[in-house]
């Protein structure tokens, strides 16, 4: 199935309700004595819009549309949050009801993780320096702090106020100077939070002038718990795409493998290969994901930052998909060896790879495998070394 195809109709679709709100914005008549027409009027007219177009965005489940497939009731949903066009699919007589709650609970996580929102618990803590955190959340820093230390440091959560300075986190990108560089990179010290564990709930303080962000873990967490709400209603297969993210619950309904397509990063419209697998968590970490052109060099910038230097992590990858039968770990694994390269990345797979297998593409396009996934996955055109436990 060509999920980029419908993530341009989701797009366009949401595109097309935006038009009609702001179209209703601007020609809606200005209403009571207290209106009164100019630019300040204006601005703020302007400001709800944005305002709107961000909810807009930011919170929308389409319609849950069910057909049905070998006699099973095959519900889908697309669904717009964490700025990622997502479509939920599962198979099941209450597959209807899974995919909704499924659907709401995204959202529910969204308000809870979203930097942006700013009465999330990760918001709230990046605007006061410290606040309680839920279980869920709670979760994800666990596996951050785990990650952060197997991988020395290549995955720190609070690289926050760096990807600010590049404008990552607004879409105002620039390449920062140097110096900003160096300032900004004291605050980029995941050891620096304290993450209280003894008050209920726990609670988490950063260090002086530290931010902190989960876009490294949130969305195979929400994967999971996706694929967690597809086994509670007694689901028995399902297909779960959070953007370049997919975790497969169960198998096909004809009891084959999912079919997987790795997007090749060197061709945005075509894949490099195809992995069969059942139950698991899919999740790619690429250069070419959210990046932004220098106009004056003409350099490429991408989203995925070096803790230890400040800059978009560059080591020769240009992907990094981590297959897991657990979501999160898959996510935050996916971000950490883009950082850690091709050698730091093979170390930590044989030293802790007990449960993940990966898919590393180098920018020349040749593809390495872990040898767990050397049956699993099949090319047409591109060189494929393995790598072994020893
Ligand atoms: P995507 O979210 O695009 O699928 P990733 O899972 O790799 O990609 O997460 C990238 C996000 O993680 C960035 O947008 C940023 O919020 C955050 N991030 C970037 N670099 C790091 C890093 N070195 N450690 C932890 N988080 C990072
Ligand atoms: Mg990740």
Redesign the pocket.
């Known amino acids: 199935m060509n999920w980029f195809g419908r993530k341009k109709t989701m797009v366009l679709t949401l595109g097309l309700i935006l038009g009609l709100v702001l179209a209703g914005c601007s020609t809606a008549p200005s209403s009571g004595e207290e209106s009164v027409p100019g630019e300040a009027q204006e601005k703020t007219q302007e400001e709800t819009q944005e305002e709107a177009l961000k909810d807009m965005l930011d919170d929308v489940i389409g319609e849950v549309t069910v057909t049905e497939e070998g006699g099973i009731p095959c519900a889908s949903v697309d669904v717009y949050a964490m700025t990622t066009a997502m479509q939920l699919k599962g198979y099941g007589e209450r597959a209807k009801e899974a995919v909704q709650a499924a659907a709401e609970e995204i959202l529910r996580l969204d308000r809870l993780l979203s930097v942006g929102k700013a009465e999330s618990e990760i918001a709230v803590i990046n605007r006061d320096g410290r606040g309680p955190v839920s279980a869920d959340t709670l979760e994800m820093l666990r596996e951050a702090v785990r990650v952060h230390e197997r991988s020395g440091g290549a995955l720190d959560i609070s690289i926050y106020p760096m990807m600010d300075l590049w404008g990552f986190t607004s879409e105002n990108y620039r390449v920062p100077s140097e110096e900003e560089i160096r300032e900004t990179l004291a605050l980029v010290d995941q050891t620096r939070l304290v993450i209280d564990e003894s008050t209920d709930p726990a609670t988490v303080t950063l260090g002086e002038g530290q931010g902190i962000d989960l876009?490294?873990?949130a969305?195979?967490f929400t994967s999971a718990r996706v694929a967690q709400i597809f086994k509670d209603y007694g689901l028995t297969s399902g297909l779960i795409y959070l953007g370049g993210n997919v975790q497969c619950y169960g198998s096909k309904v004809s009891g084959a493998d999912w079919r997987i397509g790795i997007q090749d990063p060197g061709n945005a419209a075509g894949i490099a290969g195809i992995l069969e697998v059942s139950n698991m968590a899919v999740?790619t970490?690429g250069a070419y994901e959210r990046c932004f052109t220098d106009q004056e060099t003409g350099k490429t910038y991408h989203h995925i930052l070096d803790p230890s230097t400040g800059y978009p992590a560059e080591t020769g990858l240009s992907s990094v998909t981590i297959v897991s039968s657990d979501g999160m770990l898959a996510?935050?694994?996916?971000?950490a060896c883009f950082v850690l390269g091709l050698d730091g990345s093979t170390d930590y797979w044989r030293e802790y790879g007990d449960d993940f297998e990966m898919i590393l593409l180098d920018e020349d396009g040749t593809i390495y495998l872990t040898e767990g996934l050397e049956k699993k996955f099949t090319t047409q055109d591109h060189k494929v070394k393995i790598l072994y436990r020893k």
Not at 331 to 335: K, N, Q, R, V, W
């Open positions: 876009g490294a873990v969305k195979g999740i970490s996510d935050t694994l996916s971000t």
